[in-house]
Protein backbone atom coordinates (compact mmCIF):
# COMPACT_ATOMS: atom_id res chain seq x y z
CA UNK A 1 0.00 0.00 0.00
CA UNK A 2 1.55 3.39 -0.83
CA UNK A 3 1.62 5.97 1.89
CA UNK A 4 2.71 9.43 1.09
CA UNK A 5 3.84 12.13 3.67
CA UNK A 6 3.82 16.04 2.72
CA UNK A 7 6.09 18.55 4.10
CA UNK A 8 7.25 22.28 3.48
CA UNK A 9 4.38 24.42 4.74
CA UNK A 10 4.20 26.89 6.56
CA UNK A 11 4.10 30.66 6.82
CA UNK A 12 5.54 32.95 4.03
CA UNK A 13 5.21 36.77 3.33
CA UNK A 14 3.26 37.61 -0.47
CA UNK A 15 5.83 37.08 -3.51
CA UNK A 16 7.55 34.74 -1.05
CA UNK A 17 8.41 30.98 -1.93
CA UNK A 18 8.12 27.79 -0.62
CA UNK A 19 9.32 24.33 -1.66
CA UNK A 20 6.66 21.13 -0.99
CA UNK A 21 7.69 17.54 -0.67
CA UNK A 22 5.74 14.77 -0.78
CA UNK A 23 7.81 11.23 -0.05
CA UNK A 24 6.28 7.99 -1.01
CA UNK A 25 6.62 4.45 0.38
CA UNK A 26 4.91 1.09 -0.74
CA UNK A 27 5.23 1.90 -4.03
CA UNK A 28 5.42 -0.54 -6.72
CA UNK A 29 3.65 1.17 -9.77
CA UNK A 30 5.77 1.12 -12.92
CA UNK A 31 3.68 3.81 -14.70
CA UNK A 32 2.50 6.28 -11.98
CA UNK A 33 0.78 10.10 -11.83
CA UNK A 34 1.58 12.22 -8.92
CA UNK A 35 -0.88 15.08 -8.57
CA UNK A 36 -1.01 18.06 -5.85
CA UNK A 37 -4.00 19.55 -4.34
CA UNK A 38 -5.28 22.18 -2.19
CA UNK A 39 -8.38 22.79 -0.10
CA UNK A 40 -9.53 25.75 1.77
CA UNK A 41 -12.64 25.11 4.31
CA UNK A 42 -16.08 25.41 2.50
CA UNK A 43 -14.22 24.40 -0.74
CA UNK A 44 -13.83 21.66 -3.18
CA UNK A 45 -10.48 20.22 -3.60
CA UNK A 46 -8.47 21.86 -6.64
CA UNK A 47 -5.77 20.13 -8.31
CA UNK A 48 -3.12 22.61 -8.99
CA UNK A 49 -0.53 20.01 -10.49
CA UNK A 50 0.31 16.64 -12.40
CA UNK A 51 3.26 14.24 -13.06
CA UNK A 52 3.10 11.58 -15.47
CA UNK A 53 5.71 9.27 -15.29
CA UNK A 54 4.31 7.54 -18.51
CA UNK A 55 5.93 10.38 -20.69
CA UNK A 56 7.72 12.35 -17.90
CA UNK A 57 5.41 15.01 -18.64
CA UNK A 58 4.02 18.07 -15.99
CA UNK A 59 0.88 19.76 -15.81
CA UNK A 60 -0.73 23.11 -14.23
CA UNK A 61 -3.81 24.66 -13.40
CA UNK A 62 -4.54 28.29 -15.17
CA UNK A 63 -4.33 29.23 -11.50
CA UNK A 64 -0.73 28.02 -10.62
CA UNK A 65 0.90 27.71 -14.40
CA UNK A 66 3.93 30.17 -14.15
CA UNK A 67 4.41 30.04 -10.54
CA UNK A 68 4.17 26.61 -9.31
CA UNK A 69 6.80 24.06 -10.42
CA UNK A 70 6.31 19.94 -10.16
CA UNK A 71 9.90 18.44 -10.04
CA UNK A 72 10.54 14.77 -9.06
CA UNK A 73 13.20 12.45 -7.71
CA UNK A 74 12.56 9.13 -8.95
CA UNK A 75 15.28 7.06 -6.93
CA UNK A 76 14.18 8.98 -3.98
CA UNK A 77 10.51 8.47 -4.38
CA UNK A 78 9.51 12.16 -3.87
CA UNK A 79 8.45 14.74 -5.95
CA UNK A 80 8.67 18.35 -5.01
CA UNK A 81 5.97 21.28 -5.59
CA UNK A 82 8.08 24.52 -5.99
CA UNK A 83 5.86 27.68 -5.34
CA UNK A 84 6.72 31.16 -6.28
CA UNK A 85 5.18 34.51 -5.98
CA UNK A 86 3.13 33.09 -3.82
CA UNK A 87 -0.34 35.25 -3.17
CA UNK A 88 -3.12 35.01 -0.20
CA UNK A 89 -5.31 33.66 -2.45
CA UNK A 90 -2.71 30.33 -2.55
CA UNK A 91 -3.35 29.98 1.23
CA UNK A 92 -4.77 26.70 1.57
CA UNK A 93 -4.03 22.61 2.80
CA UNK A 94 -1.46 21.43 0.24
CA UNK A 95 -1.69 17.30 -0.68
CA UNK A 96 -0.18 15.62 -2.44
CA UNK A 97 -1.91 12.03 -4.11
CA UNK A 98 -1.01 9.40 -6.18
CA UNK A 99 -2.57 7.77 -9.18
CA UNK A 100 -1.79 6.03 -12.63
CA UNK A 101 -2.17 9.22 -15.34
CA UNK A 102 -2.61 12.51 -15.82
CA UNK A 103 -5.19 13.83 -18.30
CA UNK A 104 -3.66 17.25 -18.76
CA UNK A 105 -4.93 19.96 -16.99
CA UNK A 106 -7.81 18.31 -15.75
CA UNK A 107 -6.68 17.17 -12.46
CA UNK A 108 -9.39 15.62 -10.50
CA UNK A 109 -9.31 14.04 -7.13
CA UNK A 110 -11.48 10.95 -8.25
CA UNK A 111 -8.56 9.77 -10.39
CA UNK A 112 -6.24 9.57 -7.45
CA UNK A 113 -6.14 6.90 -5.23
CA UNK A 114 -3.51 7.08 -2.72
CA UNK A 115 -3.37 10.03 -0.49
CA UNK A 116 -1.11 12.36 1.87
CA UNK A 117 -1.87 14.10 5.31
CA UNK A 118 -1.90 17.42 3.97
CA UNK A 119 0.28 20.15 5.23
CA UNK A 120 -0.71 23.86 6.26
CA UNK A 121 0.36 26.91 3.33
CA UNK A 122 -0.45 30.58 4.54
CA UNK A 123 0.72 33.44 2.52
CA UNK A 124 0.41 36.33 4.08
CA UNK A 125 -0.38 39.67 2.54
Known amino acids: QVQLVESGGGLVQAGGSLRLSCAAS????????IGWFRQVPGKEREGVSCFSSADDRRYYSDSVKGRFTISTDNAKHTWYLQMDSLQPEDTAVYYC??????????????????WGQGTQVTVSS
Open 26 to 33: GFTLDYYA
Open 97 to 114: AAGRFCFGRHILPRDFES
